[in-house]
């Protein structure tokens, strides 16, 4: 159902967000130059960090339930409105060649579809029901997650699609910006960053924007390190395709195994340009076919794999 909260309502309920608060001390800010404004945002960017540490707890189990159900080939879904649903489809998009994902694992949603991602679609981040038919497309199971995404936490476009996701059995979480909001009191896992007022009120892109991005990057990275696509801090779950991997693969096994170069070469080679796989060839000193198999029942884990081997 498509939002039709009164005018007055709506501003009334926009007015007791910590998101849309006015701050009278800055009320000249257009009149400073342009190095103090600078100073002034720079300073309040420095306490988004600090906003994120104090959820620490719920963030880390909420990556605990994500990774859980994408070792058993679920997918991680974002679902947002405006800078939030950009947030969310920049960190989907950015797993593939990152963490050599199929792009259908990590997802990201939009209001308004994939136009709105450079331009505003108006009305589209009311409706519950857009929500609802965009998820209805990747046929949701219990399996998947579905992370709601709003600044202000009360965006019927998010709320929808937690609420559609949980009713499909999905782990849900709710990422918001203010404290007590619908979006997280609808999700199984609600995570509210309260970054306070914007230098700029209302303009949820700065302090809250950030907050976001930073929420996300945990949500996605420490996902995958929990799914084996790292070694230590190396990204080794990468194959070099094109001049650029093949360079940064031939790094990333040197890093790993202290090898030499006509060593690296071969490994890679024998295993096709798989990372993970010629690390486990060097280390473990066994062929590429035997590297595949020792990965493929360790469920891709490299440790895992050179434990085996003793």
């Given at each position: 159902?498509?939002?039709?909260?009164?005018?007055?309502?709506?501003?009334?309920?926009?007015?007791?967000?910590?998101?849309?608060?006015?701050?009278?001390?800055?009320?000249?800010?257009?009149?400073?130059?342009?190095?103090?404004?600078?100073?002034?945002?720079?300073?309040?960017?420095?306490?988004?960090?600090?906003?994120?540490?104090?959820?620490?707890?719920?963030?880390?189990?909420?990556?605990?339930?994500?990774?859980?159900?994408?070792?058993?080939?679920?997918?991680?879904?974002?679902?947002?409105?405006?800078?939030?649903?950009?947030?969310?489809?920049?960190?989907?998009?950015?797993?593939?060649?990152?963490?050599?994902?199929?792009?259908?694992?990590?997802?990201?949603?939009?209001?308004?579809?994939?136009?709105?991602?450079?331009?505003?679609?108006?009305?589209?981040?009311?409706?519950?029901?857009?929500?609802?038919?965009?998820?209805?497309?990747?046929?949701?199971?219990?399996?998947?997650?579905?992370?709601?995404?709003?600044?202000?936490?009360?965006?019927?476009?998010?709320?929808?699609?937690?609420?559609?996701?949980?009713?499909?059995?999905?782990?849900?979480?709710?990422?918001?910006?203010?404290?007590?909001?619908p979006l997280a009191?609808?999700?199984?896992?609600?995570?509210?960053?309260?970054?306070?007022?914007?230098?700029?009120?209302?303009?949820?892109?700065?302090?809250?924007?950030?907050?976001?991005?930073?929420?996300?990057?945990?949500?996605?990275?420490?996902?995958?390190?929990?799914?084996?696509?790292?070694?230590?801090?190396?990204?080794?779950?990468?194959?070099?395709?094109?001049?650029?991997?093949?360079?940064?693969?031939?790094?990333?096994?040197?890093?790993?195994?202290?090898?030499?170069?006509?060593?690296?070469?071969?490994?890679?080679?024998?295993?096709?340009?798989?990372?993970?796989?010629?690390?486990?060839?060097?280390?473990?000193?066994?062929?590429?076919?035997?590297?595949?198999?020792?990965?493929?029942?360790?469920g891709g884990h490299?440790?895992?794999?050179?434990?085996?081997?003793?």
């Amino acid at each position: 159902m498509t939002s039709t909260s009164h005018p007055r309502d709506l501003r009334t309920e926009l007015e007791s967000l910590t998101t849309e608060a006015f701050r009278p001390e800055l009320a000249d800010i257009d009149r400073l130059p342009t190095l103090d404004i600078a100073r002034l945002m720079n300073g309040e960017d420095a306490t988004v960090a600090g906003a994120v540490a104090a959820r620490l707890p719920q963030i880390a189990a909420a990556i605990d339930a994500v990774a859980e159900r994408m070792t058993r080939g679920g997918r991680l879904v974002y679902a947002g409105a405006g800078t939030a649903g950009r947030l969310g489809i920049l960190d989907a998009s950015e797993c593939p060649p990152t963490f050599n994902t199929d792009p259908s694992r990590v997802v990201g949603l939009i209001a308004g579809g994939p136009d709105a991602v450079v331009t505003s679609v108006e009305g589209a981040e009311d409706s519950r029901d857009l929500a609802r038919a965009d998820l209805d497309a990747l046929a949701p199971t219990p399996d998947d997650t579905v992370v709601g995404i709003s600044a202000s936490g009360r965006t019927p476009y998010a709320i929808g699609a937690v609420e559609y996701a949980r009713a499909r059995g999905c782990l849900t979480i709710g990422l918001a910006c203010n404290p007590g909001s619908p979006l997280a009191a609808a999700a199984d896992h609600g995570i509210e960053i309260v970054v306070g007022p914007e230098l700029l009120t209302g303009s949820t892109r700065l302090k809250s924007g950030t907050a976001q991005k930073l929420v996300l990057n945990m949500l996605s990275t420490i996902t995958m390190i929990r799914l084996g696509k790292t070694y230590g801090n190396l990204m080794v779950d990468v194959r070099a395709s094109n001049d650029k991997l093949r360079a940064r693969s031939h790094r990333i096994v040197a890093l790993a195994t202290g090898a030499g170069d006509k060593e690296i070469e071969e490994a890679l080679t024998a295993t096709d340009g798989e990372v993970k796989n010629a690390i486990l060839t060097i280390l473990a000193e066994v062929d590429g076919p035997t590297a595949a198999r020792l990965l493929e029942e360790s469920g891709g884990h490299l440790r895992a794999a050179l434990a085996a081997v003793g």
